[in-house]
């Protein structure tokens, strides 16, 4: 007799097991297109100093950019830019946008200096994400984003700058040197379609 | 693949070959760049000892990584690590030419591609002061750059047409490192290859240096009769890391103990 509920119950078990296996399997995940960064493995620890890879955004269309914290002239009007991009955006589109600002001084940006800046600027947790790769990776990121960079004696940078959209796989789908408070229409224009 | 193994045994360095190319030491030392950095003020650099590769990689070698690493084929790569001419020159995304391709350093390959095969072997591609600091030499002196006449060799290769096939590779009088092919066979990726800013990149845009620059201004050169330098230069600061060409090839190096 008390047999009975066990067998009962054990196909049940199975069953809802398989339920929820295939509920985590459910969207089926797609090869990455061979022309998206997310190619490149990349970890990237974030100002909450949680560390995954880069391709945890997939899914979410990210304007993505290359900074460093210490930096005083470019760095804070990349920055405007992921702010002005914000702004020209209705709420519904802002919640479906990611901001990731990459640092090429893995070193001096630590999760407590990308936070710094994070606080500083009133950057939205909900949507940007300031994050640090592994040092090696650096020229390796920079190479699928096309930005050239040197490190100074002082430890400043000599770098190129770009405000690039990557669409829900990764795809560089519009790109601009011009960073700043005024975003380029064409630009804007492209995060529209992507988040459509 | 049984005729590249014919084609390897055919060749005097097959042995080398299997294993890739055999490793040189090269010893340290203070070296002034013909780059000029403005935060740089003219002071030598202090160069580690380091290995390098003896000659340039071979596409035997290329084709041995390819094998074991199928995602580089040219056919499967990602799109984001090479451009459309990556490995274009041969037979198949697995195979050589007929010809004597096999021993001929390889093209046709990117930063990213370069890169990774470095990795395989526990290597990384040199740095660009290590590259200079190599190719310096001529086959007696380990600083040749101020002689008119080895400056004049040098521009020689430059000025011959890239018409025909590319010679072998590690078929020249190894300088006073002991290392081949520095100059007059191909042009060679460098580590750091995207850190060669120079001032012209902002004629694309027009910006401002600030706009253009966290920081100083981008290097210029500190000695213009360096042909060999400059041009490697104007080179490598037009590329990006998926570029290939045609005549752009790669060896490794890495740190020693």
């Known amino acids: ?196 | 693949m049984r005729r590249v193994a014919a084609l390897l045994l055919a060749l005097p360095v097959a042995a080398a070959i299997a294993g890739g190319a055999a490793w040189v030491k090269v010893p340290g030392g203070s070296f002034r760049t013909a780059l000029k950095y403005e935060d740089g003020k003219g002071v030598p650099a202090k160069i580690a000892s380091f290995a390098m590769q003896k000659r340039p990689v071979t596409n035997a070698e290329f084709l041995a990584f390819v094998q074991a690493n199928p995602q580089w084929r040219r056919d499967r790569v990602a799109t984001v690590f090479a451009d459309a001419r990556y490995l274009s020159h041969w037979a198949a995304p697995n195979t050589l030419r007929k010809d004597a391709q096999a021993a001929q350093p390889v093209v046709n390959v990117s930063w990213f591609a370069a890169n990774a095969y470095c990795e395989a072997r526990g290597a990384r591609l040199p740095t660009w002061r290590e590259w200079e600091y190599v190719a310096a030499a001529d086959e007696t002196r380990r600083d040749a750059r101020k002689d008119p006449a080895w400056r004049e060799r040098i521009l020689g290769w430059y000025a011959r047409p890239a018409s025909g096939p590319l010679p072998r590779a590690g078929l020249q009088v190894p300088n006073a490192y002991g290392v081949q092919d520095m100059h007059g066979l191909v042009w060679e990726w460098t580590e750091d290859f995207s850190s060669l800013l120079v001032s012209g990149d902002n004629r694309v845009q027009g910006d401002a240096d600030k706009q253009k620059y966290c920081g100083a201004g981008a290097l210029s050169m500190d000695d213009r009769e360096n042909y060999a330098v400059l041009m490697r230069v104007a080179m490598l600061s037009s590329l990006d890391a998926r570029d290939t060409t045609s005549s752009l090839g790669f060896r490794c190096a890495k740190d020693i103990p």
């Open chain 1, 1 to 196: 007799m008390k047999r009975h509920p066990t067998r009962l119950l054990r196909p049940t078990l199975a069953c809802l097991l398989l339920v929820v296996a295939s509920a985590f399997a459910a969207p089926a995940v797609a090869p990455l297109p061979r022309d998206s960064v997310y190619q490149l493995p990349l970890p990237l620890t974030d100002q909450h100093g949680r560390t995954m890879d880069w391709r945890q955004h997939r899914g979410q269309p990210q304007v993505v950019a290359m900074f460093y914290t210490s930096c005083k002239y470019v760095c804070p009007l990349i920055v405007d830019s992921g702010k002005a991009v914000e702004h020209a955006l209705a709420p519904a589109e802002q919640a479906k946008l990611g901001i990731l600002l990459i640092s090429m001084d893995p070193k001096r940006d630590t999760p407590a200096a990308l936070m710094a800046v994070a606080k500083q600027r009133r950057l939205d947790p909900a949507h940007w994400s300031l994050a640090s790769p592994r040092a090696d990776d650096v020229r390796s990121v920079a190479g699928v984003l096309g930005v050239r960079y040197r490190q100074l004696a002082d430890g400043e940078f000599n770098h190129t700058t770009a405000l690039l959209l990557l669409d829900r796989d990764g795809r560089i789908v519009a790109r601009t040197e011009k960073v700043g408070s005024v975003v380029a229409p064409e630009f804007i224009a492209a995060v529209h379609r992507v988040l459509k």
